[in-house]
């Protein structure tokens, strides 16, 4: 069974920087050709797919997000890190980190982690 938790800060203030990081229990985030997405979703909303960061450490970012978002990973403590930069209150949402055995637009997403949610207020 494959555990994805994400952590960090549950308050933010707008205009600083969310940073986010998801911890995978099982297995190493390098085994082919696993991709790891960011996903959130705001209160009362649909869910908004961020990006991905797959087992070669390619990453995609939607282009809604890109020029806020930064996707990397830690390798030696199996960990894929999330940077959202010059947050508003509408960033403010349940922030997930979900796996995909390959392209998630053709594979979907197979393990969810929990979720955290982040309020951005001042």
């Known amino acids: 069974q494959v555990q994805l938790q994400v952590s960090g800060p549950g308050l933010v203030k707008p205009s600083e920087t969310l940073s986010l990081t998801c911890s995978v229990s099982?297995?190493?985030?390098?085994?082919?050709?696993?991709?790891w997405s960011w996903i959130r979703q705001p209160p009362g909303k649909g869910f908004q797919w961020i990006g991905y960061?797959?087992?070669?450490?390619?990453?995609y970012v939607s282009p809604s997000l890109k020029s806020r978002t930064t996707i990397s990973r830690d390798t030696s403590k199996n960990q894929l890190l999330l940077q959202l930069s010059s947050v508003t209150p509408e960033d403010t949402a349940v922030y997930y980190c979900?796996?995909?055995?390959?392209?998630?637009?053709?594979?979907?997403?197979?393990?969810w982690g929990k979720g955290t949610l982040v309020i951005v207020s001042s």
């Open positions: 979900a796996r995909s055995i390959a392209s998630p637009a053709d594979y979907g997403m197979d393990y």
């Open positions: 099982t297995g190493s985030i390098t085994t082919k050709y696993l991709h």
């Open positions: 960061s797959d087992y070669s450490g390619t990453t």
